[in-house]
Each structure stands twice: as C-alpha cells, then as structure tokens.
C-alpha cells in the first residue's frame, strides 16, 4: 500500500509520496502480505514539463511496474524535440494519455486477473501559461477517464491510498464510525426513518467538514507547504507503523514542489545507494 499526498498553494504545488512497496500472495483463498520493501518509486516528472504523476493502489501490471510505465510514456512523448512538439502540454492532456496508455496495459493484464484491481494515477502540475496549478486523477478500474480533483482557483490537501489516519486528524471524525452507530441504533429499535434521518445528518456534518483542522493552506509559503506535505506523510507511517499487522506505508519519503517559474524540483529525490548493515527498517 502507500501514502501519497498533494498540497496546492498559490505558490506552487507539493507532490510527496512514501517508498514502500508490498507483495501479497492468495493462499487458501485468503489475501496475505509476504513481503514488504521500502524503496519502490511512486514519483515522477512527465518529461521536462511542470507535471508531476504520484501512484497508488497497484504497484505492477504482469512483468511492468506502473512506475516504468509513466516514465516510457514520458519518453516516447516528451523525449525528443519532434515528440514534444506533438505532445499534450496541459495537465489535462497529460492525464488523458496516461489514461489511454497505462489503461490498455491494465485492461490486458486484469482480464487475467481473479478480482478487479485498484491502481490510481495522480497528475498535477502546470499547463502551458497557466498561473494555477490543476490536478485531475485517474482510479482504475472505476475511474478510466481522468476527473478534475477540485476546482484550479482553490487550493488545499489531498492525500490518498491509506487515507484514514489522517483523515480522523484533519477532519476530526472517522467515516467508519457511521455503519457501527447506525446498527447501534438498530438493536435499540430505531425506526428506519430514524436511521435514515441520521444516516442523512452524518453524511452533511462530514461533507461541511465541521470539524477541521485549522490550516490556512492557500497563504502557505512553498516551505511550510513541504513540511505540511511531510506532516502529513510521517502521520500517516507512523500510525501504521504501530497499527497491529503488517506496516502498510513507510519507508524514505519522495518530495517533489511545482511551480510556474522554476517548474519540477525534486526536495527529496529516490536515488541508489549501499545501505549500512543494521540500518534497515521501516523508515
């Protein structure tokens, strides 16, 4: 699994995501983890443009990463002069060919499969003369054509993947609890208009986002932008960390900002290296 998070300012555009990558295997019809690594990528920029793809949900399609798709649909559009002059430059392009081109190599690779599989694609960045930064996501196998997140005039956090620790935290409320007070209530003999009345209020309170944690994010200077990107980031590993079971994100962070004037910039880039012996760990 992972954390992945975006945090949108009027200043530019932070991309985080962790590194940890997991394997799971059917036995006796039960989906079990045998393996987890700490250094998948789940990050990139699309060729030399202010765009940036973070990836959640499945980390592999047969014998390709999703990681390696990105990048090879990069190349193939954005790795020469000719290509670029073809290529989409706006966010929305972008997403749109990604859609196209990791979708057919998921729709080969799930007819195959014994359950449907979720693979997200998140693209943001900078279209051509644009001021604002845009971010559209594509989630397969529901979600084929990339949809607009929020509004490019707004700004805010969005994180995905393992998105309830942070979720209880910034929204002060877990959607879980809903399905438990409603059958709580129930087996005390509430009526089903009574239930429906309070299934209904819920549902609002969440949506008006009652409860929020206080963060003026529009103003945030790009620094404070990172760090809120990395809070978010560290939350979320160091509940699952401690969670009973096997931890589902961790592992050396990915940062990326975005801006309109200096484009791409990695903050904290994946890279090769010998890792000390007794230095291995979850991050």
């Known amino acids: 699994m992972t954390i992945c998070v975006s945090v949108k300012t009027r200043q530019g555009l932070v991309l985080g995501t962790d590194s940890m990558s997991t394997i799971t295997s059917s036995v006796d019809?039960?989906?079990?983890?045998?393996?987890t690594y700490s250094n998948a990528r789940k990050l990139a920029q699309i060729g030399d443009l202010p765009i940036g793809v973070f990836i959640y949900g499945m980390g592999n399609l047969g014998a390709r990463s999703v990681h390696g798709l990105v990048l090879e649909f990069s190349r193939l559009n954005y790795g020469t002069a000719a290509a670029r002059k073809r290529a989409p430059k706006t966010v929305r392009g972008v997403a749109n060919?990604?859609?196209?081109y990791v979708g057919e190599v998921y729709s080969d690779y799930v007819k195959e499969a014994a359950s449907?599989?979720?693979?997200?694609?998140?693209?943001?960045?900078?279209?051509t003369r644009s001021a604002l930064a845009e971010e559209w996501c594509i989630e397969f196998p529901n979600v084929t054509e990339p949809i607009l997140v929020q509004d490019k005039n707004k700004f805010g956090v969005n994180w995905r993947a393992i998105y309830i620790p942070f979720m209880r935290l910034f929204t002060g409320c877990d959607i879980r609890i809903l399905p438990i007070l409603l059958n709580k209530m129930k087996e005390k003999g509430a009526t089903e208009e009574t239930l429906h009345l309070l299934n209904q209020s819920f549902s609002e309170i969440y949506q008006e986002n009652t409860l929020p944690l206080q963060v003026v994010i529009d103003?945030?200077?790009?620094?404070?932008?990172?760090?809120f990107a990395v809070y978010v980031l560290q939350t979320t590993i160091g509940y699952t960390t401690f969670e009973i079971g096997t931890p589902s994100c961790g592992g050396e962070l990915q940062v990326a900002v975005i801006s309109e004037d200096a484009g791409f910039r990695w903050v904290s880039e994946p890279g090769y290296r010998i890792i000390k012996e007794g230095a291995h760990g979850h991050g």
Do not use: E, H, T, W
């Open 29 to 35: 019809g039960q989906i079990r983890v045998v393996k």
């Open 97 to 100: 060919g990604l859609a196209k």
């Open 116 to 127: 449907p599989l979720d693979l997200g694609l998140y693209v943001a960045g900078y279209s």
């Open 219 to 227: 103003a945030m200077p790009i620094q404070d932008a990172i760090n």
